[in-house]
């Protein structure tokens, strides 16, 4: 009898302590929702988690956004700036992962070395040397400095997850694939690119995340309010001028995260089969 109590306790212990670290990550999302249905002075002068009544003007006033810019228009432009450089990013970082998978060519140690050595270097570093760039470019004030980079595979980090993806891809099925006919590129996009499925996922939810949530490089390159993604749109509606409807802030706050989490649950399963296999090697 008690060699059976002891792995019960220890079970319901595990789930005790499980159960209290997902009741504290959780614990802000609800209070950001909980802030969005409450007054300003509900919200500074309560510590109850649940408003004493449900009031959705946070959100009409959260959704005309500031000045003449409406939530909808930064929404949109988010959309703008981070679906190009979402798929952009998957289709460059197949192409080169491929290459340094399946490929023999000269020098190929020594510049596998140098992409991932890349992975090292501060994004301080890079900041002021890609700005003149960009600016000589005339990208300034344009979603160019997110897309373009993109389009030429240069995010080292989805590289690597994806060769290490694919270096355990049996090289059988390429040889079987060549003995039907079918060319390098053909082997891509009918054989390795199916099997890679889960990471091509993981790093299209990991760039989706990273880019929509960029504050930093969108403050930089951007500067007409127009063009404002909601990141930089959310920081436009604390105005320190005057009194800040922190009620409304929550309410754009819990707006901006909704499609993040979507596309998060929506594609779980693949995700965490694309992080866990990714460097297993056959």
């Not at 005790?16 to 007054?39: D, E, H």
């Not at 700036?81 to 970082?93: G, M, N, W, Y």
């Not at 270097?121 to 997110?146: E, S």
């Amino acid at each position: 009898m008690a060699r059976r109590t002891k792995p019960a306790i220890r079970k319901a212990t595990a789930y005790i302590v499980l159960i209290a670290i997902g009741a504290l990550m959780v614990y802000p999302i609800l209070f950001l929702i909980s802030a969005s249905f409450k007054t300003n002075q509900e919200l500074f002068g309560s510590a109850s988690l649940l408003p004493k009544s449900l009031s959705l003007s946070a959100y009409a006033e959260a959704w005309s956004g500031v000045g003449r810019n409406s939530f909808a228009r930064f929404l949109g432009n988010t959309f703008i700036l981070v679906i190009p450089t979402v798929a952009f990013t998957i289709v460059s970082s197949t192409i080169v992962a491929y290459g340094f998978a399946r490929f023999n060519f000269p020098f190929k140690r020594v510049l596998t070395l140098l992409m991932i050595s890349t992975l090292m270097l501060p994004n301080a570093v890079l900041v002021i040397p890609r700005y003149i760039m960009f600016t000589r470019f005339g990208w300034a004030n344009t979603y160019l400095p997110f897309i373009v980079p993109a389009l030429f595979a240069c995010y080292p980090f989805f590289i690597f997850l994806l060769m290490q993806f694919m270096r355990g891809i049996p090289r059988e099925l390429d040889e079987a694939a060549f003995i039907d006919g079918c060319g390098s590129f053909r082997i891509l996009v009918d054989v390795i690119a199916p099997l890679c499925a889960p990471a091509l996922f993981s790093a299209g939810i990991l760039q989706f995340i990273w880019t929509w949530n960029d504050f930093f490089n969108s403050l930089i390159y951007i500067n007409s309010v127009s063009k404002f993604p909601i990141a930089l749109g959310l920081r436009l509606g604390m105005d320190t001028a005057g009194d800040i409807s922190w009620n409304k802030i929550m309410a754009m706050s819990f707006m901006s995260i909704v499609p993040c989490v979507v596309l998060f649950f929506s594609a779980q399963k693949s995700f965490i089969e694309g992080i866990a296999t990714t460097g297993m090697k056959g």
